[in-house]
Every structure is written in C-alpha cells, then in structure tokens.
C-alpha cells in the first residue's frame, strides 16, 4: 500500500539527518570498504530511476552519497523534492546543512531564510534553522575568532627523568647514583587564540593567525630560584604566537592548501628567561574527505639559551632546530580513525654534545561513540610512539669518545569526555621509558592527567 506523501517525506528528512546535524557531516570513510560503498551507491541509484516517487528510495540514495563524501550528489537528489507540495521544513533545512558543508554559505544561508519566513513553522524546525543561520553566518564571515581555555592536573612519578641505573658516569668513571626518582603533581592552565580573515582571493586566501600562554606550576619547584645545578621540576610560563597565508595552490581542487607562516616563542622557568626562538614553516594540507587526509609540516627555528641560568655556559644550547613533521589520517570504519605520523629533527648547537638527530614514528587509533551526556561523542585512543635520538658528539663531561643514544618508547591512551555544550573533559594516560647506550640517560615515567576544555 503507497504510504501517504508527508509520510514518505518524513521518513526521507529523518534518513538524511541521521547524516549529521552541523556544517561539518559525518562522512563513512573510502577504505577497504569503498568499492562496497560504491556499488551501494550505484544500485541505489538505479532504485531511484526506477521508482522516482519512492522517497524511501531517495533517503537511502541520500545518505549513502553523504556518507560517500558526495554533497553535490546529495543536494542535486534533495532539491528536486523541496519543490514537492507539502515538503517538510526540514527537507529544506537538510539541504542548507549539504550547502554549509560544502562551504557555500551564502546558497545555505538563503535555503535557510526562506525556511524561517514560512508561516506556521513548527517551533523545532524553527530553532533548528536559526541555530545553523549562526553557524553558516560566522563561518561565512570574513573574520572569525575561535580557541579554547584548558586547565588541568598532572601526576609523574619520575618529572625530571632522573636514570633509574644504580652507576653514572662522570668524565668516563663509574660512580654510584645517589638520586632517586622524584614524584610531582603540577597544574596547568593554558588559553589559545585562533584568527582567520578571508582575503577575499578567488584561489581562497586566509590569513591564519595564532596564539597562545600555558602556566604551569610544579608542586615540588614553587619558591625556588632558578639556579646551576637545579634538580626539580619547573614553574613554566610559555609564549607562542605564528601567521601565515593559507592558499589553494591550485583553484580547482580545494582539497589541497599550503600555509607560509612566520613563528616565535618564549618560555620562562620559574620566572626567569629560559628559551626565545622565532623561524619559519610551512604546512602542506591534502584532504580526501571529512576524515582522510595527508600532512606535511616543515618548520626551522632559531633558538636563543643565552639568559638560562641553570646550567654554565648557557650560550652553547643556542642553534637552530629544524623538524619535518608527516602525518596521514585514515577513516578504517564509521568513527574510527588510523592516525600514522613520523617527524624527523636536527637540532644544531654550539657544540656537538647539544646537538642531535632524531627520528619519532607514532600511531594511534582512535574510537568514537555516543556518550551518555547528550553532549557529543566520546573518544577513546590509544598510541605508542618512539623517538630515536642520536646526538653529534660525545660530552667529555660523562665520557670522552661514546655519543649518546637514546630510544624513548611512549605508550598511552587518551580519554575524551564532552559533557556540556562547548565543554569537555581529557584524561591522558602515559608510559614513558627511554632506554640508552650510557647509563646517566635510562629512565622511566608515568603520568596520569586530567583537563578541562571550553571552547568558544
């Protein structure tokens, strides 16, 4: 029996909303599954030619186009019924969300205003227009702030990696340790700034700017004076700021961005000048989708020690560190994502002792799924990673002819927790242990943290 048409079009709207409720729409990613989703694709298009008046048909051809990352598909399908007698508010309100996702703000915003002017708009769909006009109206706008606050608590059973090795060496002869790992909890409270102003280019040209200020302060450091010889964790205050252009190198494919940028730092410890570096980098951003995607950082920076008290002869830290930083998102099943990266530095100072090169793979896997809040998704995501570190030249002060080596393995899991609107908590679990070829360097640490974010 033929259903009734506002029926029909409600199962439709309620189809397609289950894609998502935002700009940004949950898209099921190409992997191993794409030709399965292709031929999914394509035998429910052949559903839809056959039977036109089937909009069952057509919410299922709907999702399975959004989910396969095509909007312009999903919208060219859902337009052609907005012109139906007695089409739902919300078939219209769906189709602004596809406009918004594709960055044509200006088509969802019409879509949407022509919604609120209807007579008679039932009071849900209304509220559900005017929330997404503000969003598509500030992602439109040629100036946009946007950034986060978090505040948060760490414990570490071995903060200032101290080698758990019974012997040291000092100018080649074995000694015994007399420290000890020491334990600390510290609190941090950070706030970063992001700015974008559309320049109005046609290739699409954005001024990208950042900042941000990070305290830290350390149980065990509070009240020292930071001095030659001192032993404990730090009072860190940290400074950051970058600006860059980001572009579309190529004007028909808006999948591939590239952001020059200039950057500086400066960071203090326990209330003293510690470290100032300012450089240069370059991102290299090429997105196959909401989720996939390959990234290339490549940054060089000057760094100035020269005011740092804690150790002699400070200005023999001062060079240039240079890092290429490649990463890969990669969507292996709905809301769950394969994240590889591997950064490789060179850091260059005054004398070979201070100088190293390293290379530092990671991987992590991360898991979404509903929360019991209402408020978002929880993530849960586990990584390992290592950093291979091999420094220029011996230090005659530990002993004269062997290098240092190091492999840092870190393993962890970090815990999302949105729980209000703009709000979320983290909890990061960590395992760190660095093996060495000397015995001054063999270390271990566990850190357990939790932080609290809002977002504006």
Request: positive net charge.
């Amino acid at each position: 029996m033929k259903q009734p048409l506002h029926r029909c079009l409600s199962v439709l709207v309620l189809s397609v909303l289950a894609a998502g409720s935002g700009l940004s729409l949950a898209q099921t990613p190409l992997s191993g599954a794409q030709s399965n989703l292709q031929r999914q694709v394509d035998d429910a298009f052949r559903n839809v030619l056959q039977n036109p008046t089937d909009f069952a048909a057509t919410g299922s051809y709907v999702d399975l186009l959004v989910r396969a990352g095509n909007y312009e598909g999903a919208i060219a399908a859902l337009e052609r019924l907005t012109v139906v007698p007695g089409a739902p508010p919300a078939l219209r309100i769906q189709v602004a969300q596809l406009y918004g996702a594709l960055k044509s703000f200006v088509m969802a915003e019409a879509m949407l205003q022509q919604v609120l002017a209807e007579p008679g708009l039932p009071a849900a769909d209304k509220a559900r227009a005017e929330t997404l006009l503000g969003q598509v109206r500030s992602a439109g706008a040629s100036s946009q702030f946007s950034g986060f606050v978090i505040f948060g608590v760490r414990q570490q059973n071995n903060a200032t990696a101290r080698t758990q090795s019974p012997q040291i060496l000092s100018n080649g002869v074995l000694l015994p340790n007399t420290l000890s790992p020491q334990s600390d909890t510290d609190t941090s409270l950070g706030l970063r700034i992001s700015h974008e102003y559309d320049l109005g280019l046609q290739n699409f040209a954005v001024l990208s700017s950042g900042g941000g200020v990070y305290f830290v302060n350390s149980n065990a450091a509070s009240g020292k004076p930071i001095v030659a010889g001192f032993n404990t964790p730090y009072n860190l205050q940290v400074f950051d700021a970058n600006s860059g252009v980001v572009f579309n190198p190529i004007s028909s494919n808006r999948d591939l961005t590239i952001r020059p940028h200039l950057l500086g730092s400066t960071v203090q410890a326990q209330g003293a000048s510690f470290l100032t570096s300012l450089g240069w980098g370059l991102d290299v951003n090429y997105r196959l989708g909401e989720v996939n995607g390959i990234y290339a950082t490549l940054d060089s920076q000057r760094r100035n020690f020269a005011t740092r008290a804690d150790v002699p002869n400070a200005a023999q830290l001062n060079g240039t560190l240079t890092s290429l930083r490649l990463r890969s998102a990669y969507g292996v099943l709905p809301k769950q994502v394969l994240n590889t990266e591997v950064t490789f530095r060179d850091s260059s100072a005054g004398v070979g002792n201070f100088s190293f090169t390293s290379i530092e793979p990671r991987v992590s896997y991360g898991v979404s799924y509903a929360g019991p809040f209402g408020a978002g998704d929880w993530s849960t995501t586990p990584f390992v990673g290592l950093v291979q570190r091999s420094y220029k030249a011996a230090d005659p002060a530990v002993i004269a002819g062997t290098a240092r080596r190091d492999s840092e393995w870190r393993v962890g899991l970090t815990q999302t927790i949105p729980f209000a609107p703009r709000w979320m908590g983290l909890i990061t679990l960590e395992q760190l242990r660095n093996s060495a070829n000397l015995p001054n360097y063999n270390y271990k640490n566990t850190s357990v943290s939790a932080n609290v974010i809002y977002s504006f």
